[in-house]
């Protein structure tokens, strides 16, 4: 397998560690549409999806550190702040299931999870190019990708059958 150059390296250090920062604040998102859809079906749902996604964060994290890297301290600051933010939930501050704030969360959990997707999808053809990411396989960045691909559909089918009630006053 080839090594990455040392610039190259940091390169890919940065593009996951952005990944990083967004999933911390995609972990509070689905932490907050879970409280808002709480005690349906589609709460029960976004509670699930909420956990695969803060350990697939939590696995990201584990193999950035097994590549030698730390994330950037002022960096992770700053996500963690913007995490807190997220539990006032701006895009549904009432967190109702009802109105347009709902359907602004909802875009944006399918738009989390399709940069998910991307991340996957970008380490796949990295790995097919010789690179390595310690705890990830071939056959493991697969699943993820497409894991993201159903949590998609989990988030749209929700987004579908519930919009013409969200929308009734």
Do not use: C
């Not at 040392?6 to 911390?24: I, K, N, P, V």
């Not at 994290?61 to 006032?88: D, E, I, T, W, Y």
């Not at 549904?92 to 875009?107: D, F, I, S």
């Not at 989390?112 to 190019?129: C, H, I, Y």
């Amino acid at each position: 397998m080839q090594k990455p150059r040392q610039g190259e390296s940091e390169w890919l250090f940065r593009y996951l560690e952005d990944h990083l920062l967004g999933a911390t604040g995609g972990v509070r998102l689905f932490e907050a549409a879970a409280q808002t859809w709480k005690g349906t079906p589609h709460g029960r749902t976004l509670a699930r999806l909420h956990d695969e996604i803060t350990g697939e964060r939590a696995e990201l994290l584990s193999s950035l550190k097994a590549q030698g890297h730390r994330p950037n301290p002022a960096k992770m600051a700053f996500a963690h702040v913007a995490a807190a933010a997220a539990r006032v939930n701006p895009l549904n501050a009432r967190n109702t299931a009802k109105g347009p704030g709902a359907q602004l969360e909802l875009e944006a959990l399918q738009s989390l999870v399709r940069g998910k997707q991307a991340l996957w999808e970008t380490m796949l053809a990295l790995l097919d190019a010789g690179w390595s990411f310690p705890g990830y396989s071939h056959e493991r960045l697969t699943q993820l990708a497409e894991r993201a691909r159903g949590q998609q559909r989990e988030v749209a089918a929700i987004m579908v059958t519930t919009a013409a009630d969200r929308f009734r006053s």
